[in-house]
């Protein structure tokens, strides 16, 4: 049996992914806790983590990598390989969901095996960490609260929990990934950083294409 590897999965798992959900946003490897997420998908309303386990890799670190997509994502999804497909529901909590992928024609062949339930473990203080300063800042705007100029990017993510309705928020957290732009996020952050009087403090289609992680 030909063995498929991340590489050969995920491209076409994106094209498939959009066929199914329609208006999305893909991040690809997105830090979360101590682990970090292979696929972060964004729609409209909800934040989906995607966790892919190839032919090729095995279940020594799927213990913690659920616990901490959990923590951050609306529905989770784990896509796995034909070597897995008959074994990682036993292993995934009730509300994960599963897609089968095999090769099928010499392509990589997907099929919803379990669609995912709400995560009943989502943690908002983790959720909102995901938004950059800048990110956060607009939101602040959009809502009319004040800058916080001289507060922690900590202090704004409370404020922000505290004083947004959690279905408003929820939308808007989903706009600001929907539209965040990886070739200037660091300029945004340097520009806020020097208005805000904070330098050196620390504290695509509409389905845009993949975007990697940088640093905050």
């Known amino acids: 049996m030909e063995m498929l ?10 094209d498939f992914l959009e066929e199914v959900y329609g208006k999305i946003r893909i991040l690809e490897e997105k830090m979360m806790g101590r682990s970090r997420a292979d696929v972060v998908m964004v729609t409209p309303e909800l934040l ?24 951050y994502y609306d529905c989770n999804y784990a896509v796995a390989g034909t070597s897995h497909a008959m074994h990682i529901g036993e292993r995934l909590p009730a509300w994960w969901g599963i897609i089968t992928v095999e090769l099928e024609g010499g392509r990589p062949d997907f099929y919803i095996l379990r669609r995912p339930l709400p995560n009943p473990e989502v943690d908002w203080k983790r959720k909102i960490s995901i938004l950059w300063r800048p990110e956060l800042a607009h939101i602040q705007e959009r809502n009319g609260l004040p800058k916080y100029k001289e507060k922690s990017k900590l202090f704004v993510q409370g404020k922000l929990l505290e004083k947004v309705p959690g279905d408003v928020l929820q939308k808007q957290l989903c706009d600001e990934l929907f539209e965040r732009d990886y070739t200037i996020i660091g300029e945004q952050i340097k520009q806020f ?8 403090r620390r504290g695509t289609r509409k389905r845009k294409r993949k975007s990697r992680e940088c640093p905050q």
């Open 193 to 200: 950083r020097r208005q805000n009087g904070s330098e050196g």
């Open 48 to 71: 989906y983590g995607i966790e892919i386990k190839s032919d090729a890799d095995s279940y020594a670190r799927l213990k913690r990598q659920v616990k901490d997509y959990n923590l």
């Open 5 to 14: 590897y991340d590489k050969d999965i995920r491209e076409p798992l994106f």
